[in-house]
């Protein structure tokens, strides 16, 4: 079975950077991709990155046009780890972001249990 925990959220400035991590844990699977999702009060849950662990397209990545330019998605494969690095943090960007993965030939996503993001003054 797999666990995701996430770290890394808090409040900020608008302007401000923050780092999410995400660490996967449990045995018997190979990861195909990991990323992260938001999901503000109100609204719908929306990818903002992912990344492909395994296989050939292994360090792909995929950005919202929100957040391109400002967020940047990386793994630590050694550690079944990724991260979300962001900067020049927006009021908008403020949600809770959820960590999730995708296992080789399984069905089923696995899902943190979310971090709050806030940038306001």
């Known amino acids: 079975q797999v666990q995701l925990v996430e770290s890394g959220g808090g409040l900020v400035q608008p302007g401000g950077s923050l780092r999410l991590s995400c660490a996967a844990s449990?045995?018997?699977?190979?990861?195909?991709?990991m990323g992260w999702y938001r999901q503000a009060p109100g609204k719908q849950r929306d990818l903002v990155a992912a990344?492909?662990?395994?296989?050939?397209?292994?360090?792909?990545?995929v950005y919202s046009d929100s957040v391109k330019g400002r967020f940047s998605i990386s793994r630590d494969n050694a550690k079944n780890m990724v991260y979300l690095q962001m900067n020049s943090l927006k009021p908008e960007d403020t949600a809770v972001y959820y960590c999730?993965?995708?296992?080789?030939?399984?069905?089923?996503?696995?899902w943190g249990q979310g971090t709050q993001v806030t940038a306001s003054s």
């Open positions: 449990g045995s018997g699977f190979s990861i195909s991709t």
């Open positions: 990344i492909v662990i395994g296989g050939s397209a292994g360090g792909s990545a």
């Open positions: 999730y993965l995708d296992v080789m030939g399984r069905s089923g996503r696995s």
